[in-house]
Nanobody, 115 residues
Framework: VQLVESGGGLVQPGGSLRLSCAAS????????MKWYRQAPGKERELVAT????????RYADSVKGRFTISRDNVKNTVYLQMNTLKPEDTAVYYC?????????WGQGTQVTVSS
């Protein structure tokens, strides 16, 4: 099983980034997918969720209206479009796949929002 995140980097406040997470080694289309983040000194936080078929999405209040999670079950990839980024969005972002108590994690990608 592999989850490989990409797309992180340094961006100015108000800017945008699109994170990708490429999955392999399991039946991607049957798993709910989530994006988490962890800032230095803070606990890991659930940012966004998309159900296996992509019909339902959920967001943390802190990112609602600014972030969009989506998935492509042909490309086995989940995305996180992040707009209007703020310094408090700075964190390592992790994608995660879950099904019936099984959870897989990626290695994370750093997002830094700073001028």
């Amino acid at each position: 099983v592999q989850l490989v995140e990409s797309g992180g980097g340094l961006v100015q406040p108000g800017g945008s980034l699109r994170l990708s997470c490429a999955a392999s080694g399991f039946t991607f289309s049957t798993y709910d997918m989530k994006w988490y983040r962890q800032a230095p000194g803070k606990e890991r936080e659930l940012v966004a969720t998309v159900t296996s078929a992509g019909g339902i999405t959920r967001y943390a209040d802190s990112v609602k209206g600014r972030f969009t999670i989506s998935r492509d079950n042909v490309k086995n990839t989940v995305y996180l479009q992040m707009n209007t980024l703020k310094p408090e969005d700075t964190a390592v972002y992790y994608c995660s796949a879950g099904l019936f108590g099984i959870r897989y994690w990626g290695q994370g990608t750093q997002v830094t929002v700073s001028s």
